[in-house]
């Protein structure tokens, strides 16, 4: 387990809504584009209302609810009826596989699982296979059992009296690009705490209005966008998903836009990405996955905005952020969060390095840092050192500024030779070529080098590349054992919903590339 297990002075989740329903309750928590608004004082009344629902339906507080919903007004009322009730919301994505929702409500084993009502049928059987005596649904447009029931609940039923805060308030499996997903405990001091910094770091008021466009069974839209909203009684235009026409064409009415990298490269593309449409705005920020360089720069050249990049994770939430009034530095993901701390340690003997600028594992600790992984103690202790700081996974540096420069993940290093080749520098190299709109670069077997480093490169629309001039273009900006062996030429990466390049995608599909050199 972390060190995070001491509690917090931050206001507890449930707290949020009684608050902003007391003092503000005439103010618009969250709109949607089909016309659906939902006052601070409605959201307190629907989410108790639900809360009901789910008490009558025998979830008591600390009980496990598992939701395969569609992104909805609906879906963000029944989070906020778990948060009050103390129930631990599991959320699930909506496009998994039945095979892996088999394995996600087993492994979770929640008292009630919600799906969308025309679903209900095809995965009854399967939820009766993993245990499940309850099943409800829940649908976008306010239908389904669960909605039906909450309908003619008592709102003042549900009042578990006040929260632990080291209670577990969601388990958020994890992308599980290794092996099956594991799943992320965090506890209530976890989602209040890193809600309070964030809404501090980034100046959040009740004025705000946030455009989210992200899924709602990941962190960066389930915590970093709506607990940070709540967290500050501001207001969500709820967007069903990215779309660059639908968020240009709403932009107006909001003040922040929270993206993933590929928002901010599919908006470039587009001509109604300007001053004039992005004057008002107040920031926009991206995480979840490197932002490119010229992607940062180009953004800037467009609109005067400068984009403010953070870093987090499943585990952690958000860890380290550019500042909003310092530099906001291309390339870095910014000092570590007030009350965060990341500290950098070798990679092979795991002692902390004392100086600025060496590479080696990011290493977290803080009241952001979950409690473990859910059933699976041998993974949570392999994942803490000694002393209590959770291990990110994460290659990166820290400057003699605080601000911290990702290098990509262990697992992605690629060893050359005995040398070791850190994928974003050589991304980094590529992008900033002419004609690369994208970059990956991963380890493929290689009979004389161990690992041959290799590149996939996306060329800009019109742009002629060839291979041989992107190599020879690399091989005045990298030392030779970094230019790639290879540069193959694609028309998109392998990307996850949360805009990821899946690293294990390529190194299957190229796994053979070297054989016979
Ligand atoms: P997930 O748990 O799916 O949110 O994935 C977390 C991982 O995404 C981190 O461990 C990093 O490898 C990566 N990540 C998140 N934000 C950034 C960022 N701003 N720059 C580079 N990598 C990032």
């Not at 095979?99 to 025309?118: F, K, Q, T, W």
């Not at 992005?278 to 609109?303: C, K, Y």
């Not at 040398?419 to 050589?426: A, K």
Request: aromatic share 6%; hydrophobic share 40%; proline share 7%.
């Amino acid at each position: 387990m972390g060190v995070n297990s001491q509690t917090s002075s931050v206001i507890d989740p449930a707290e949020w809504v009684e608050y902003a329903a007391r003092e503000h309750p005439r103010r618009l928590f969250l709109r949607t584009l089909a016309g659906r608004q939902l006052s601070y004082e409605a959201l307190r009344e629907q989410s108790a209302r639900l809360a009901s629902a789910l008490l009558g339906r025998g979830v008591a507080s600390g009980d496990r609810v598992a939701a395969r919903v569609e992104k909805s007004a609906e879906a963000v009322l029944l989070y906020v009826a778990c948060l009050r009730l103390g129930a631990v919301f599991v959320p699930i994505n909506p496009a998994c596989t039945p095979n892996e929702l088999e394995y996600l409500l087993c492994d979770s084993s929640p008292r009630l699982a919600i799906v969308p009502p025309g679903e209900r049928d095809m995965l009854a059987p399967l939820a009766d296979r993993a245990g499940i005596q309850c099943l409800e649904t829940l649908g976008a447009d306010g239908n389904g059992s669960l909605s039906e029931l909450a309908r003619l609940c008592n709102p003042d039923r549900q009042a578990p009296g006040a929260h632990d805060p080291d209670a577990p308030a969601a388990i958020v499996y994890t992308s599980g690009t290794t092996g099956r997903s594991k799943g992320a405990i965090l506890t209530r001091v976890n989602l209040a705490s890193n809600a309070t910094a964030l809404a501090a770091a980034w100046r959040f008021t009740g004025q705000d209005v946030l455009m989210h466009s992200l899924p709602l069974f990941h962190v960066h839209g389930l915590c970093a966008a709506i607990n940070t909203v709540l967290a500050s009684a501001a207001g969500i235009l709820l967007l069903p998903k990215f779309e660059v026409r639908s968020a240009l064409q709403h932009l107006a009415h909001v003040t922040v836009f929270m993206g993933v990298p590929t928002h901010y490269t599919r908006l470039l593309q587009d001509e109604g990405l300007n001053r004039e449409a992005t004057a008002h705005m107040r920031l926009f920020v991206s995480g979840s996955a490197p932002l490119p360089i010229e992607t940062h720069q180009e953004f800037l050249r467009r609109t005067d905005q400068v984009i403010l990049e953070r870093y987090g994770m499943t585990e952690t939430l958000i860890n380290a952020s550019n500042p909003y009034d310092g530099p906001r530095v291309p390339g870095s993901v910014g000092p570590a969060l007030p009350g965060i701390a990341i500290r950098v340690t070798n990679r092979d003997s795991g002692t902390v390095e004392p100086k600025p600028d060496v590479i080696g594992t990011l290493e977290i600790a803080g009241p952001n840092v979950f409690a473990g992984y859910w059933r699976d103690p041998d993974k949570t202790s392999a994942e803490f050192t000694a002393d209590g700081w959770f291990k990110t996974g994460d290659l990166g540096r820290i400057d003699r500024d605080g601000y911290v420069h990702i290098a990509g993940r262990v697992k992605d290093l690629v060893i050359s030779a005995g040398c070791n080749v850190y994928p974003r520098e050589v991304e980094s190299e590529l992008e900033a070529l002419p004609g690369v709109a994208e970059s990956a670069v991963f380890g493929a077997p290689h009979p004389d080098f161990g690992e041959g480093v290799t590149a996939v490169i996306v060329p800009e629309a019109g742009a002629v590349l060839s291979e041989a001039q992107v190599i020879e273009s690399l091989s005045t900006r990298l030392a030779r054992y970094k230019v790639p062996k290879r540069v193959l030429l694609v028309a998109e990466l392998p990307r996850n919903a949360m805009g990821k390049v899946q690293k294990d995608a390529l190194r299957a599909t190229y796994a053979c590339l070297y054989r016979g050199s």
